[in-house]
């Protein structure tokens, strides 16, 4: 059973343009929702994390926005560039669960030039 | 500081052999955690280790086990190898809660 729900499955933008990737859970246990960026033949990278007493953070061009009542957090992406092209993971952890992350099944982003 | 780092990168092996994948954190780090990629099921989280002691273990048959070392560095074995546990092994290290860094995973494939 996929604990956090992940949309659209793949996206494609253009250069400056903003994606928005959407998630969704159902577990209110969960404590701490990180994004993470993976390029082909590598492991995910950490992107940036937010947890539910915050509504939004930014770090460079990336923001997550977070609704707690609404169970749903989401990444934009500002001025997107074709480096930014890769697959995104949410994921969401209970951190009486110790570190385990329950991913979204992936968004595969293609920014064109 | 030098990454997380997984060894061997690649494996092929067949049906009913066992693996041993090999993993070590960032120095410091305590927890190591595994999980497993695949195109269908995406990533999936196996177990996690804390100070030598499985602290959280995901629904994965008891095929799938690991430990951890007391130098942090963990190892996950799969026994009776399946067609299905083709898939891309990941290892994850943190120094403290939730913040885990990525490996870049070791490629299995069961012919």
């Known amino acids: 059973q996929q604990q956090v729900k992940q949309s659209p499955q793949s996206l494609i933008v253009q250069k400056g343009g903003i994606p928005i990737i959407n998630c969704a859970y159902e577990?209110?246990?969960?404590?701490?929702f990180p994004w993470y960026q993976q390029f082909p033949g590598k492991g995910p990278a950490l992107l940036i994390a937010?947890?539910?007493?915050?509504s939004e953070k930014k770090e460079g061009r990336f923001t997550i926005s977070f609704n707690k009542s609404a169970k749903q957090f989401s990444l934009h992406i500002m001025d997107s560039q074709p480096g930014d092209s890769a697959t995104y993971f949410c994921?969401?952890?209970?951190?009486?669960?110790?570190?385990?992350?329950?991913f979204g099944k992936g968004t595969s982003l293609l920014v064109t030039p | 500081k030098a990454g997380v780092t997984q060894t061997p990168r690649y494996l092929i092996k067949t049906r009913g052999q066992q693996v041993t994948l090999s993993c070590s954190p960032i120095?410091?780090?305590?927890?190591v955690s595994w999980y497993q990629q695949t195109p269908g099921q995406g990533l999936q989280f196996l177990f996690e280790?804390?100070?030598?002691?499985?602290?959280n273990k995901g629904n994965f048959p008891g095929r799938f086990s690991g430990r951890q070392f007391s130098n942090s560095r963990s190892e996950m074995n799969v026994s009776t190898l399946e067609l299905g546990d083709s898939a891309l092994y990941l290892c994850?290290?943190?120094?403290?809660?939730?913040?885990?860094?990525f490996g870049p995973g070791t490629r299995l494939t069961v012919l």
């Open positions: 120095s410091g780090h305590r927890s």
């Open positions: 577990n209110t246990a969960f404590d701490y």
């Open positions: 994850a290290s943190s120094s403290r809660v939730h913040t885990q860094y």
């Open positions: 280790y804390f100070s030598e002691t499985q602290r």
């Open positions: 994921a969401a952890s209970d951190s009486n669960s110790g570190y385990a992350l329950n």
């Open positions: 937010i947890r539910p007493d915050v």
